[in-house]
């Protein structure tokens, strides 16, 4: 698996705490866990994960890779009018962030990212040796030759 995550104790944490930050400071579940939706493709040479961020000005985008974490922030700030008065607001405003767990199969070094119509695609290499492989296997034309490969 190319992506890892961390410590399910952890991850069970996490859940609780946002599910209480929600009920605490208002806001409801699918408005926090939608704000920025996920995909990811594994592909012959690289990850591809895309993010949804509607909205958002391309200049807020930051992508970090710091010890196999990447980390994606984002953030969506609306002014209104003086006399303008807000009645509804369902879309999530903020500073939006969200960090995937890289394995050691995945080239850190080498991620590039490209943000267009609402989408940024982020791309990760697989490392050469972590790439599928065939292997060449010998004909051996005699049983002394066969021995040679030891099991």
């Known amino acids: 698996m190319l992506l890892t995550s961390i410590d399910p104790f952890v991850q069970e944490f996490d859940r609780r705490f946002d599910r209480l930050a929600r009920q605490a400071f208002g806001g409801s579940e699918g408005a926090a866990r939608g704000a920025m939706p996920l995909d990811g493709v594994r592909r012959k040479d690289d ?19 710091d010890r196999g974490v990447l980390t994606v922030s984002a953030g969506r700030e609306e002014e209104y ?34 943000y267009s119509n609402g989408v940024l695609a982020v791309r990760i290499p697989v490392i050469e040796r972590a790439k599928p492989r065939k292997v060449e296997i010998q004909k051996a034309e005699n049983v002394s030759e066969q021995r040679s490969i030891k099991s």
Not at 52 to 61: C, K, Q, R
Not at 81 to 110: C, I, N, Q, W
């Open 81 to 114: 009018g003086e006399d303008d008065r807000l009645f509804v607001r369902e879309r999530p405003m903020g500073t939006f962030t969200r960090r995937v767990y890289l394995s050691e199969h995945l080239d850190a070094d080498k991620v590039d990212a490209a």
């Open 47 to 65: 990850v591809l994960l895309k993010f949804d961020l509607p909205g958002i000005d391309p200049d807020s985008i930051e992508v970090t890779v």
